[in-house]
């Protein structure tokens, strides 16, 4: 089961428990999502990380906002893209170009900060040209904010490099990812919990 698929393609020969755990999977997203933010009220802003790992040649971290190879060419993205962050960018004062290729404050740059971890999008490598590059799958596009900015629920896809993910460095790239996922998390004001 894949619940980075639609349902006509997440279960391998339509497995009945296959599909019972993909429902259960994205019945509970959508649970806690109508339990804090349409019933309760109790974040400003959520935010989803559907990481992955990849063995891509590149070897980079590739994050994944819904925006495909061609948007990530323009020197400066436009403010009119519709993305799966949508909600964090209607309640900033930063562009669209600084949430998500911003020095100090994407995501990108975030984890390249004191490393030397390659990662597209970020200040350092805009656009992927014609690398690989995953922009984001089924769960980033369905739970964000990419349709509808007042769901307050935005979603990124992390695919991590298969040197990331050995035994060498996983530890070490945890604590990496995880400190640059709370900085951006703690920039973007989405830590609002009013509870």
Same mark, same amino acid.
């Given at each position: 089961m894949d619940p980075n698929r639609d349902l006509e393609n997440c279960c391998h020969n339509k497995n009945h428990d296959g599909f019972t755990a993909y429902h259960d999977y994205h019945s509970?997203?959508?649970l806690y999502f109508q339990k804090n933010f349409i019933f309760s009220n109790n974040f400003d802003q959520g935010l989803i990380l559907d990481i992955h @790992?990849?063995?891509h040649e590149e070897q980079w971290v590739e994050l994944g906002y819904l925006l495909k190879k061609s948007d990530l060419e323009n020197d400066i993205l436009s403010n009119s893209f519709c993305t799966s962050i949508n909600s $964090?960018?209607?309640?900033?004062?930063?562009?669209?170009e600084e949430i998500i290729r911003g020095e100090n404050v994407s995501l990108g740059s975030l984890i390249e900060n004191k490393s030397t971890i390659k990662v597209v999008p970020s200040p350092g490598c805009k656009s992927?040209?014609?690398g690989s590059y995953y922009s984001g799958g089924f769960i980033t596009?369905? =739970? @964000?904010?990419?349709?509808? $900015?007042s769901k307050r629920l935005n979603t990124i896809q992390i695919e991590l490099p298969l040197w990331m993910r050995t035994d060498k460095y996983i530890e070490l790239s &945890?604590? =990496?990812i &995880?400190? &640059?996922i709370f900085d951006f998390y703690q920039l973007h004001s989405l830590n609002s919990l009013k509870i």
């Open positions: 509970m997203i959508d @790992g990849n063995s $964090i960018y209607s309640k900033s004062f930063l562009s669209l992927p040209k014609e596009e369905r =739970h @964000g904010s990419f349709y509808d $900015i &945890a604590k =990496h &995880a400190t &640059a």
